[in-house]
């Protein structure tokens, strides 16, 4: 019985393991993955406009470019916005949308496209303006700490050239414009273990002060990164092209579950516990047919006298005549 319960144990020990273990893929960065996102609550200025609302980035899928292995990531967000144009007080809403693409090894960042459709009114008018960017690095940007020494003094420099595409569309006039910047970025760890709220909870991160460099034009933010999370709680709005904080509202990272098992590097993982709990299974159900099979032990039968068998090596023992002979008569006399 209590290698049955010990079996048992040990199956469904390995059955629970192998539901939460996820290894991450070779050179990947720990903690990020198909499936991650992040999403941000946000107060943004940007063009002269405030946006208030939410933006979301999702690890879409994974694919191929320039020999790189990449994660390609949506951008979505919406929410209403406020400013003014020429003079003239405008409110409305704003959908955004775009992509990024990050290389799978260390998630630097290849190139990124943000649109912003707006839709504004004032006195009973209404305008649709579109304003798109695209920008494409010559080598990729590192803007993000998660795979390097999260210690203080921790310092990562990255810059590139990088074409940057832009376009506007009002009133029936479209306007584009593509040229050569150059930016570079510095992010230095400040602080550990700093607690952060936001909207999505409390989350021990390390501070990170980043410095931004576009053509001569410099911007200092502090971002909060969280190994929970797998990416910034707390970060400034220059990532969006605008001014400002996003704050984490809502997240889901490395969350693959039983079905990352089944996919890429985690294979085998996945083929080695199975075989193991097949044969761990194997060895309990035979142990169990075997005891199912043994007779059931009985007491041994007790024989009587009659039934004894002789003695080894000794004759049979004739039983003795009852009646015994009669005595010998007196001597004759002659």
Known sequence: MKYAYVSSGLIAFLIVAAAFCVIPSAGAVADVGVGDFWEYTASIEDEGFVMDGSFKLSI???????????????????????????????????????????????????????????????????????????????????????????????????????????????????????????????????????????????????????????????????????????????????????VGDLELEDYSNNDEGVLGLFTGDNLWITILIIVVVVVVAAVALGMKSRRGKMPTPMAPLQPGPEAMPPAPDQSPVPPADPTPPPPPGPPSGG
Do not use: H
């Not at 303006?129 to 993000?144: C, H, I, K, P, W």
């Not at 795979?147 to 990088?162: C, G, R």
């Not at 040229?179 to 909870?201: D, H, K, L, Y």
């Open 60 to 242: 879409e899928s994974e694919t191929t470019l320039d020999t790189q292995e990449i994660f390609v990531i949506d951008i979505s967000g919406s929410g209403d916005l406020s400013g003014a144009f020429e003079d003239v007080s405008i409110s409305g809403s704003f959908d955004l949308t775009g992509s990024q693409k990050r290389v799978k090894a260390d998630f630097n960042l290849i190139v990124e496209e943000i649109q912003t459709e707006m839709e504004m009114g004032e006195m009973g008018i209404t305008m649709s303006a579109t304003f798109g960017v695209l920008t494409e690095y010559d080598t990729s940007m590192d803007d993000y700490i998660g795979d390097d020494e999260l210690v203080i003094d921790t310092v990562v420099t990255s810059s590139s050239d990088a074409t940057e595409t832009t376009s506007f569309s009002m009133l029936g006039v479209d306007e584009s414009d593509s040229q050569t910047i150059s930016r570079a970025i510095t992010m230095t760890v400040t602080e550990e273990n700093v607690s952060v709220v936001v909207p999505a909870g409390t989350f021990d991160c390390c501070k990170v002060k980043v410095e931004s460099d576009t053509d001569g034009f410099v911007v200092t933010e502090y971002w909060y990164y969280s190994e929970e999370v797998g990416f910034y709680v707390k970060m400034g709005a220059s990532s969006l092209g605008g």
